[in-house]
């Protein structure tokens, strides 16, 4: 009989700090897609898409709309979850809009981040506030 070990990666959080500019989304999907490329045992694709789908919207969302200079992007993988947390200096929660379907000036991405995941939270304090996204493993 063999036994195959199996290593799942629970370690320490990934993390970053951008600046607030266009840069800090192509960035962020780089840092994600090499922090799902090291994930023991590997995730499948789709869920890897939604992974990079979350990230690449909420740091969108934060350049786009949100109050202050920077934001940061925290990434952790447990046995069964993958959390996707997005901070930034705005003490203002998300706001739903109706999405622009003729002008193309958005409105999609926080429908897409509050379904995508198994569970979204947002926590708001005097300072800013944080997103948190777990994603099913």
């Given at each position: 009989?063999r036994?195959q ?7 320490p ?15 962020a ?12 045992p ?7 898409a ?16 949100a ?9 952790q993988?447990r046995a069964?979850?993958?959390?996707v ?12 809009r ?7 000036t ?9 379904n ?22």
């Amino acid at each position: 009989m063999r036994t195959q070990q199996i290593r799942l990666d629970d370690g320490p959080p990934e993390t970053a700090t951008f600046d607030k500019e266009p840069q800090a989304v192509t960035d962020a999907r780089d840092l994600t897609r090499g922090f799902i490329a090291g994930l023991t045992p590997a995730v499948g694709d789709q869920t890897a898409a939604s992974i990079e789908l979350v990230v690449s919207e909420l740091i969108t969302n934060v350049v786009r709309h949100a109050r202050g200079a920077l934001c940061s992007l925290r990434l952790q993988a447990r046995a069964d979850v993958i959390t996707v947390m997005v901070s930034d200096a705005d003490p203002r929660a998300p706001q739903e809009r109706t999405p622009d379907l003729v002008g193309g000036t958005g409105g999609f991405g926080w429908p897409m981040v509050r379904n995508l995941p198994e569970a979204v939270s947002v926590t708001l304090g005097a300072t800013g506030k944080t997103i948190r996204a777990e994603l099913a493993r």
